[in-house]
């Protein structure tokens, strides 16, 4: 069955880095496009980052572009996204996401950004 796994969360001071990855298995990872997506508490859920098959095409929302990359290793089947410069408020619970005819989630990893 499809799974995905998100690792990497974690608290980081702000102006600070961390790298999420996502292990996906039970289907075949290079064959769809995979999603970041974020939620705060008390907030709805968030698109951050898509990227398409081979990985050569992404698009980020406004709120992260120029501080977060998407990427993903289709030999690995991971999906990884590189976040820097960050923010209070970029504290949520990151989730992978892939659609097969429905949506796919992970269990989420939680991202904390304090001082």
């Known amino acids: 069955q499809v799974q995905l796994v998100e690792s990497g969360g974690g608290l980081v001071q702000p102006g600070g880095s961390l790298r999420l990855s996502c292990a996906a298995s039970?289907?075949?990872?290079?064959?769809?496009?995979m999603t970041w997506y974020r939620q705060a508490p008390g907030k709805e859920r968030e698109l951050v980052a898509t990227?398409?098959?081979?990985?050569?095409?992404?698009n980020y929302a406004d709120s992260v572009k120029g501080r977060f990359t998407v990427s993903r290793d289709n030999v690995k089947n991971t999906l990884y996204l590189q976040m820097a410069s960050l923010k209070p408020e970029d504290t949520a619970v990151y989730l992978c996401?892939?659609?097969?005819?429905?949506?796919?989630w992970g269990q989420g990893t939680l991202v904390t950004v304090s001082s």
């Open positions: 996401n892939t659609y097969m005819k429905r949506n796919y």
């Open positions: 039970g289907f075949p990872f290079e064959s769809y496009a």
């Open positions: 990227i398409d098959l081979t990985g050569s095409v992404a």
